[in-house]
């Protein structure tokens, strides 16, 4: 199907997408400075960091609940909790306020990332396409725009309250977009008297998948920034690369991957790209120059981009018809898992044995792919011959 027309089908998710991701690129460029504004080190940061995974993952497990209810507004409304939310932490200066301001930010987000992916994952069942990878290159792209847009505005002089207010602004124009004549999301829930099929495995392999794809993400999206700075000794500006290169390979990469997703083995796509990220990892822990430190996060970028988009679109398309929208939703509880506890677990690494061991861990965690995938593929294998 042509590009076009596939982006307007895909539209509503495609716009949630995109405004996470200018959410999440624009405070990973501005962390530098919200750490200096809070007066923290980086296992501080850590700690204020972990709170936002509680309210994440208490929002997506209560999402399938909440989804129901909203109906056919149900992704809109999400994505404007996330975007108001997001305002918060750049006008709070206190440590001990500023992770309350992180979960509320963390149960918007994480609201919106089971509803936006199961959404994703119905408009691809209703019309045969594939749109995942579509999908997760707007955030990608989202997110290098945010980065790009706070690295200018911060070499101006701007402080995080300015900062994340005109990028909320951002965010909320990508947000409106959501909107559509029904958006509602069916089977999130199990039906009335308890029956329905069961998951099984296949939700918490493609999620686990998911999670290590995540933390690799969010290894450079949140830390990347201040590895140059303070590691390599690089200018803010150069800091706000390292996210933004990261997240415009992982969007072109994922543009790539529409058309190869439907030409070569899933499993095997998955396994390939946990051993070019791993390299990529590698290299960015052992950089010596900004320089060095943007080319790994490039390989980075290449190896990682299809990982997660093809993990969610196998538990959408092999699980049972009745059930898809839940299987969704449960592997991208399991999956942002990684994006919420991988910034605070790197942080605590990062503050015992430094940010290159940080990413040296990043890199043996994204080898448990090479586990993960033939195991998946073992499980799926009913459902595939099932539906050939």
Known sequence: MPFLPTLRAARPAVAAFAAMGVVWGSFAAELPDIKAMLGVDEARLGFLLFFTPIAAVTAMLLAPRIGTALGRVALPVSALLMVLAFVLPGQVAQAALFPVAMMALGAGTGLTDVLMNARTAQIENERGLHLMNLAHAA??????????????????????????????????????????RDGRIHGLTRPA????????????????????????????????????????????????????????????????????????????????????????????????????????????????ALISPTAFS???????????????????????????FGPPTLGFIAGAFGLRAAFVFTALVLLTILLLAPLMARVARPMRNAKA
């Open 314 to 340: 196998l538990v959408g398309r092999l699980g049972p018809p009745e059930a898809r929208a839940r299987a969704v939703a449960r592997a991208t509880m399991f999956g942002y898992c990684g994006y919420f």
């Open 139 to 180: 955030y990608s792209f989202g997110y290098a725009g945010g980065a790009l847009a706070t690295g200018a505005l911060r070499a101006t002089g701007w402080t995080p309250p300015g900062v994340m207010m005109a990028m909320a602004a951002v965010a909320l124009f990508c947000a409106l977009f959501t909107l559509e």
């Open 193 to 304: 008297g308890g029956g329905g099929a069961g998951l099984g495995l296949l939700p918490l392999l493609g999620g686990a998948i998911v999670l290590i794809a995540f933390l690799t993400e969010n290894a450079a999206e949140s830390w990347s920034a201040l590895h140059i700075e303070k590691t390599l000794g690089g200018s803010p500006s150069e800091g706000a690369m390292g996210p933004a290169i990261l997240a415009l390979t992982m969007g072109f990469a994922r543009l790539g991957g529409q058309g190869l997703v439907s030409r070569m083995d899933p499993f095997t796509l998955l396994k390939g790209g946990a051993v070019v990220a791993a390299l990529g990892a590698l290299v960015a822990s052992q950089a010596v120059t900004p320089a060095m430190a943007h080319g790994g996060f490039i390989v980075m970028g290449i190896g990682a």
